[in-house]
């Protein structure tokens, strides 16, 4: 039985080394490729501000916080449901950065969640699969036609859902590629390459986590939703 979890989290800003917090966190429970309906959902009092600008992406406000769990209240059940999995996430050391982080802050026992859960991470995926293109979330379900004109904002468990979903097209090969994207290949060529590329990933044993860093189309992209948000909540 192969246990998996989709993750995804909202956060206070970008970086943990400068005090930015973990505010919500989206878990769905996968066995066999099949989603079982389980799943861990909670949102957390960061016990500081919210960045507007982390506002304007998730929805999330200062005030909605306010009465929410603290991290270290929800720690327990949220490292019992993920022991033990795989995890999927995509960019993965973003949000097993912010945890880390927050265990660390916990003075928990656990430590890092790397050395107790195994982490695979679908943004390295798509860049074997699909070098040198677009390959956020967005990106990837255009492309594997994955749905999600309702994502008005950035949730984690709407982003867990929806990564579920491009996961098992981007693992499976069986999906249509998109228009002028290697017109050539079918399904069961992409399925091969998908599978060959994860296996790489899965035995490279000097794998570590690295920052993967925005390049400047996928930057000028996230301005240009920050501003069509701005103007729609103003």
């Known amino acids: 039985m192969e246990r998996q979890i989709i993750l995804d ?22 066995i066999n490729r099949r989603l079982t309906g389980k799943k861990f959902h909670c949102y ?4 500081r501000e919210v960045d507007p600008g982390a506002t304007q992406i998730s929805g999330i406000t200062n005030e909605f916080l306010k009465d929410k769990p603290l991290f270290t ?31 660390a802050l916990a003075q928990h026992f656990w430590g890092s969640i ?12 798509a860049r074997q699969l699909h070098p040198g293109q677009r390959n956020s979330l ?40 998109a228009l002028g994207e290697d017109e050539d290949e079918g399904p069961a060529a992409l399925g091969m390459r998908t599978r060959k590329a994860r296996a790489k990933l899965k035995r490279d044993k000097n794998f570590t986590l690295t920052i993967i860093k925005a390049d400047s189309e996928e930057n000028r992209l996230h301005e240009e939703r920050l501003l069509r948000l701005t103007k729609t909540l103003n």
């Open 138 to 177: 967005d990106a990837l379900c255009r492309r594997y036609g994955v749905d999600n004109a309702h994502r008005t904002y950035h949730g984690a468990l709407l982003d867990a859902e929806i990564l579920s979903l491009v996961y098992l097209a981007m693992t499976a090969g069986q999906t249509q590629l």
């Open 44 to 47: 957390i009092n960061p016990e």
């Open 114 to 125: 790397d050395s107790y859960v195994r982490i695979f991470d679908t943004l390295l995926l």
């Open 9 to 30: 989290t909202e956060t206070t800003g970008l970086d943990p080394s400068k005090g930015h917090r973990i505010i919500e966190i989206g878990c769905l429970e996968m």
């Open 73 to 103: 209240d929800i720690m327990d059940d949220f490292l019992g449901f993920i022991e033990g999995a795989e995890l999927i996430i995509h960019n993965a050391p973003f949000d097993v950065g912010f945890i880390n982080a927050e265990i």
